[in-house]
């Protein structure tokens, strides 16, 4: 396992930047061959450890990638709780990617792995301002769902929303459907009932969209998974976004508002 770490801040243990066996020639930087995942580790857990363990596996048998010889998340996380402890809060970054070089034909599947560990702090609760790409939108890939190391679409999607100065920006499918957010999956209400994209339409498989979706079946609130256009979402009353991190309310998209009351329920995953 390779790991990166950066300083951290307090109330975690100060450590100075490391970097063991950091290879810069290798197919992830080469051709973004290969998968990721961002976790958040809290109390001495790595949180959703189990579906992070799963979608792991999928993106890796999407990708015809083998998983032997990898780092466990039980492993990572003994390694994490030992070196910081219980109090701290850590954003992990695991990236893993086909080994060797070669062109694109790869020579071999097997994989290899980096860790990259930062501090961890929750984001803004409410994005003011959000609108609808009209420029940029999910293509369709039998590894759309997948966290690829390939994310170019969702880095111009950033850059154009920061050009724009706005808080958010919603991308639509190849066939015109909403898809997602910049950087994480989205949900609305309307009548009691709660919305969001099937993954036929290229979204990310968010594990916080899994654990909201899980979520709300269980307390036997309404959910519809589908395809719907952009007045499907400005008919609602309230829209929010999804990623590990928590959820964060839409207030404003084009001239319409929207509610950000608190959802307890959801928002407690995160906690």
Not at 249 to 267: H, R, W
């Amino acid at each position: 396992m390779s790991i990166i770490e950066p300083i951290l801040l307090s109330p975690c243990q100060d450590k100075q930047y490391k970097e063991i066996d950091k290879q810069a020639a290798n197919r992830a930087s080469f051709f973004g061959d290969g998968i990721f995942e961002t976790m958040i580790f809290s109390n001495g857990k790595i949180r959703f450890a189990k579906a992070h363990e799963e979608r792991m596996n999928l993106g890796l048998e999407k990708l015809k990638i083998q998983s032997q010889g990898l780092s466990s998340l039980g492993q990572l996380e003994k390694f994490l709780l030992e070196d910081y402890g219980k109090t701290c809060n850590l954003r992990i970054r695991w990236n893993i990617f086909r080994a060797g070089l070669r062109k694109y034909t790869p020579q071999q599947s097997l994989a290899e792995e980096t860790i990259m560990i930062a501090s961890h702090s929750s984001p803004p609760l409410i994005k003011n301002s959000a609108y609808f790409s009209s420029t940029i939108n999910v293509p369709f890939s039998p590894w759309a769902n997948c966290k690829t190391l390939n994310a170019l679409t969702y880095v111009m999607a950033n850059i154009e929303r920061n050009e724009k100065k706005m808080d958010e920006v919603i991308l639509l499918d190849d066939k015109g459907n909403i898809s997602e957010a910049g950087a994480a999956n989205i949900f609305w209400i309307k009548d009691n009932t709660f919305y969001t994209p099937s993954l036929n339409c290229n979204c990310i498989a968010g594990i916080g969209r899994r654990m909201i979706i899980e979520t709300i079946k269980k307390t036997g609130r309404k959910l519809n998974t589908g395809e719907y256009n952009e007045e499907n979402l400005l008919s609602a009353e309230q829209v929010f976004t999804s990623n590990v991190t928590g959820i964060a309310y839409i207030k404003k998209i084009k001239e319409t508002d929207f509610d950000t009351q608190p959802i307890s329920f959801i928002e407690d995953l995160f906690i």
